[in-house]
T-cell receptor, first 113, second 114 residues
Framework: DQQVKQNSPSLSVQEGRISILNCDYT??????FLWYKKYPAEGPTFLIS?????DKNEDGRFTVFLNKSAKHLSLHIVPSQPGDSAVYFC????????????FGKGTLLTVNP | EAQVTQNPRYLITVTGKKLTVTCSQN?????MSWYRQDPGLGLRQIYY???????DKGDVPEGYKVSRKEKRNFPLILESPSPNQTSLYFC?????????????FGPGTRLTVL
């Protein structure tokens, strides 16, 4: 039972354009959502997060949108840069779950120069 | 530099030979956790620890043990490794009082059990 789903295993975009990575969840108890970026041979690094009381959070080139009614969130990267090429994981946590993060399978983003 | 370190980074072993993967953090975090990453499955939690001497099972604890005798260290122990434990392992930590739910991850340990 996969509670966090990233249905696109890969995404390829041109440098300077927008990258949109999508994530769906099924557990209505999730109240916090995070995006992590992972380069090969490194651990995941935190990128941006959003609480369920918000519908948008922005940090520089990165914006996360949350649609609670659709149980959907997305990460927008504008403009995309070649250094953004990595695997992006969507993760969620629920209050009372002892800080456990439930991860999606990840989306490999390739930004072409 | 604030970080989570893991050792070894790469390990090839044989079935049944006990091994320990060490994890250490220098951020004085109360919470630590172990995950494994497998192709097509994302990261899954193995064990976690809320503080010293407090540990509990995650989603996939079978075949693993942990201990938390000191705040900074959280070793993962495989008493009798089997080939299905071949995986990429990540240790993570967080400040329990932090509002962002962010966990800091180590660089990973790639384990192969023959």
């Amino acid at each position: 039972d996969q509670q966090v789903k990233q249905n696109s295993p890969s995404l390829s975009v041109q440098e300077g354009r927008i990258s949109i990575l999508n994530c769906d969840y099924t557990n209505s108890m999730f109240d916090y959502f995070l995006w992590y970026k992972k380069y090969p041979a490194e651990g995941p690094t935190f990128l941006i997060s959003i609480s369920s009381i918000k519908d948008k959070n922005e940090d520089g080139r990165f914006t996360v949108f949350l649609n609670k009614s659709a149980k959907h969130l997305s990460l927008h990267i504008v403009p995309s840069q070649p250094g953004d090429s990595a695997v992006y994981f969507c993760a969620a946590s629920a209050r009372g779950s002892n800080y456990k993060l439930t991860f999606g399978k990840g989306t490999l983003l390739t930004v072409n120069p | 530099e604030a970080q989570v370190t893991q050792n070894p980074r790469y390990l090839i072993t044989v079935t049944g030979k006990k091994l320990t993967v060490t994890c250490s953090q220098n951020m004085n975090h109360e919470y630590m956790s172990w995950y494994r990453q497998d192709p097509g499955l994302g990261l899954r939690q193995i064990y976690y620890s809320m503080n010293v001497e407090v540990t509990d099972k995650g989603d996939v604890p079978e075949g693993y043990k942990v201990s938390r005798k000191e705040k900074r260290n959280f070793p993962l122990i495989l008493e009798s490794p089997s080939p299905n434990q071949t995986s990429l392992y990540f240790c993570a930590s967080r400040n329990r009082l932090a509002g962002s739910n962010e966990q800091f991850f180590g660089p990973g340990t790639r384990l192969t059990v023959l």
